[in-house]
């Protein structure tokens, strides 16, 4: 950089402000609150299942297939639960339909990260009646929705503009999650990976420091120890088994797909029965009472099921049973816009798959393919492939086995955005007419700096300069900089303004300058700027003399940027070239 732009000392790695410290402040009361909010939703659950399938009163997590039920009560239980479910959502708020996720994702995008307080008491209200009354959902999607009201609610109570809402929403979120499955880190990765739409210092470390706060909440509620204590020898497995992850891994993938187009085909033929969606959810809690005739374990959270999948503990018939009819039941379902989450469903789903599997595969350890297929069908459903990794890791302990994990969540990943454009959380934000990229990189605008697309020699005029009827034309907007005798800007004017004043001075037409950059500044903060002015050109002035003109840039000299982007993008070249050099030896290579 030559000596008259010096170096821009003004910028650094991050934008951060004190500010972040208040933010993260805020986030540790929202940890906790979310954590007691997703102790209660576990413990209204535990008393739901008890009072329907037992008729006893007690908050315990318990399965309602662990012991025989009559048939009219697995059929109708979920039914019934689905009429409740439905009044709530029409006379509650339709909010409270769908397993959470969308719901929160919508709220960050459109709705300026408010959620409104009866949906924090009435989503997971009717969580806990559809899972309790049989439904296999689990309570990790409203949980989402819960923690994030309850961070939404905060920032609507105080003066913070809608990033810090969107900061403190995600932050309850994740710290409701991490109090679920006692597994922070992969609540960190899922805020990372699907609700924050950035990487940055500003919320990350709010998010970092509610979640902390849940987890330790969690441990004075429900202890520390694995939600599912896989079994470990303690040894790592070999390079065959890593190698053969990757069977899970393209399996689960495919899973993911049929399961997200299974979803979303019950939603479409749910669109088309001649009735109000009012009454859909128990017409889904019908298709669920006939999957609970035929397997009683594919019925509510299934903790149970997945443990007994990950210790390597499950019979055959049980692992078949979960495969396709819990598969089955969920997706269709789910379809018909109930209150559910989807992650504990994935989880037996996944590990009903490795189970499955690994009858197959060579012995490893007690679960080691249920574990596989765990992360694989996360990665797969979830498209969050370091979710997929460290949830399973967190979830069993089982942190020798990373390598594999990593292998088939990945792949189950690859497979997935290869061949479906949607999953099953962003095709219903696609479905509501919005659009959300998964893709994040750095903004190319802040690689160039406004010196390198500037122009250095603009049109300048005299602020005593008499207008010509021949106006001269600039390639930039149109704009003039307008000096004084001095030589100092004393303003600028247009093109369009001057026409007005021909034959007067330009003293007479020059406007207030509304927006000025500095040669050292990047061409987002150049972006930003027009933005703010509502303008499309700026003059460049120097930053220790606002009063000496260096140029003027304009919005099209901003393409550069994106123009060199797509170029590094699409533009295919061979830089190296191997040629034979036929002197002393003939087979001898030279590169070029």
Known sequence: MSARHPRATHLGDFQVGPRLLVIAGLAIPVGGAAALAAYALLQLIGLITNLVFYQRISTAMVAPGASHHP???????????????GVMARYGSEKIRGHGMPEAIEAILIGGSRVAPRVALLKPASAAISIGSGGPFGAEGPIIMTGGAVGSILAQLLKLSADERKTLLVAGSAA?????????????????????????????????AAVVTGTMCRWALLGNGPVFAAGTDGGKPGALADGLALIPGITGGLLAIAATALVYFAEDSFAKIPVHWMWWPAIGGAIIGIGGLVEPRALGVGYDVIDQLLTGHATVSLIVGILVVKTLIWSLSLGSGTSGGVLAPVFMIGAALGAAEGGLLPHVTAGFWAMCGLAAVVGGVMRSPLTGIVFTAELTQAWNDVLPLAVASVSAYAVSVLL??????????????????????T??????????VMTADPLVLDIDELVEPALPRTHYAGLYPVVDGSGELAGVTTRQVLQHHLGDTVRAATLPIRASVHPDNTLREVANALALAHVTAAPVVDRDDPATLRGVVTLEQLLHARRRDL??????????????????????????
């Open 71 to 85: 048939w009219w009560l697995v059929l109708t239980a979920p039914v019934i639960g689905g009429l409740i479910i």
């Open 443 to 452: 903004d190319p605008l802040e690689t160039f700096f406004t010196h390198e």
């Open 176 to 208: 409701g999650m991490a109090a679920t499955f006692n597994a922070p880190l992969a609540a960190i990765l899922l805020a990372v990976e699907l609700l924050l739409f950035e990487w940055r210092p500003r919320s990350f470390i709010p998010v970092v």
């Open 567 to 592: 170029h590094e993008e699409h533009h295919r070249e061979r830089l190296l070239v191997v040629r034979e050099d036929r002197l002393a030896d003939p087979k001898e290579t030279v590169v070029a």
């Open 420 to 441: 479906l454009k949607r999953s099953v959380l962003t095709e219903k934000i696609a479905r509501r007419r919005l659009h959300l990229t998964r893709e994040y990189s």
